[in-house]
């Protein structure tokens, strides 16, 4: 062995790296450090990836076609053909060349911003070293073939670092996430590499020694590895998608309720009376919308501040809920305006409701408010839906007749007028 063979083939007499392997690898490493710079080199970046790809490409074709294509270009020829001459392995396998060739176009494809792709045949480049791995580890030779385990290390080393060129896309962008799913899936893919790698030692163990039990303990371990795999993906699954689905009721009750009064807001009761609306025959639903105001509030939040206002609101908007059935509609639609949708109902009906409230508000006893200053009270205007009103011709009606109600003294209920003559 000469001084410098150990360099090239550290196990004695085992593979080597072949020169052409050797610049094989150094092309690829200087194609993946013009990406690692701040401004990167792609003219570069491309070029040394072809001419990775090309002398991967010639030494395929030289195994395909038995010829001597690399040797016109290869550097230490000489030293090569001394050593095959003297029996020992030196070339660039079948295995590496194609690793290589697959590193190449990976980082080519990278460099077009064919992210996914490119993550896909580094992937599949990098697990030829993987199997070298496993031949120098079962000691199975057809494993690794001619790959010397120096070249399965860069080899693995250079698909890493070909596979981070698109880290920010695809599937490596989900291994890497941050988030849960990223963590479980990084665990979940180490765990699928290694236990079926020890799964390996075991069959060869149950061949080497012709011992049975070695298999059915593979077997076993299998069942229960595939059965751990799918029950941790279901669990966080499921706890991801708990987590998503509370969030999404929540970030839906915040969009369609009002904070103070949890009554519906403004555009959920709009969304209620238009479809109501969009009932045909209506008409003869007998459709009513009582548009409320709070007399004076101004002076409450005035007198007292704003949280007996708020105070006032929220036991209004108790009273407001509790005086209807359970398929009329209540909402907030601002301020201290509320608004009641009474579906299939009377004039005699819509009549009583509005006075019933109009008349519990009244008498409510309001702590720190109605024993200092009276009776908090309501104005209210009623208007019925005509053919093809929509929400803001109906809500406009109920707001005159509100109108009227406010400057007729407060606390009262009047009707539209016009909605009283549909009645008729
Ligand atoms: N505390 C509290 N006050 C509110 C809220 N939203 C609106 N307001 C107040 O409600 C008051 C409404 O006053 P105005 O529109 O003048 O009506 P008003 O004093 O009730 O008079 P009339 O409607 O004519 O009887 C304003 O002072 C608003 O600041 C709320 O969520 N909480």
Redesign the pocket.
Known sequence: MSAFEELYRPINNGSATHPLTALTISAIGVALYCNIKRQPHIALQRFFSIIAITFTVARILEVLLSSELTHYFVPFQEVVSEEVLAGKHNSMGINTAIMLCGLGISILLSSFKRSISSQFVASIAGSIPLVSFLGYAYGIDGFYGEMSMLTAVAGFALSLATIFLSANKGVMRALLSPHIGGRVARYQALAGYLVPCLFGLLVIKSIVSNETSFFGIFVIGVCWFILIMAGVSAFFTELVDGQRRETLKELTRMATTDE?TGLPNRRTFIERVELELSRAERVSLNLWMLMI???????I?DTEG?AM??NV?KAIAGILKSSVRQIDAVGRL???EFAILLPDTPLEGARRVAESIRSNIESEVIKGWTDSYGPVTI?IGVAKAGINDSFQALLDKADEALYDS?HSG?NKVSFDPKSLEINS
């Not at 105001?293 to 002076?299: I, L």
Request: charged share 40%; aromatic share 6%.
């Open positions: 103070l105001d709070v007399d004076n509030f101004k002076e939040n704003h206002g708020d609101l601002g301020g201290e104005s406010k407060r």
